[in-house]
């Protein structure tokens, strides 16, 4: 199916793709999530022997204590992750997700 970006908001990807279940499909190590949300696992953005990738089940937020690697959301994840651009992101999680805009 061709989906027309322009009216896919970055937001309703957001809100529709729970972090829990994407950083789950993502990692197959998460450790058990402090109250905030934080969990543990073992970075991808750098050569990472101990868990230093906090990841956040609640808001979909990401920081690296070893490399710095860092965002608010599931979609700068996924920029990050692929080294693709927006538009391209928004398109990957759509078509994996089913998001509904
Ligand atoms: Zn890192």
Redesign the pocket.
Known sequence: MKIDMTYISRNAVVNGICPADFYGSRFARLSRPNPRGWSNTR?I??D?STP??GVNLQTGAFK?L??G?SGSNIIQFEIERTRGSFADVLRLLVDEWGVIV
């Open positions: 970075c953005f750098h990472d230093s990738l690296c070893a490399c690697t």
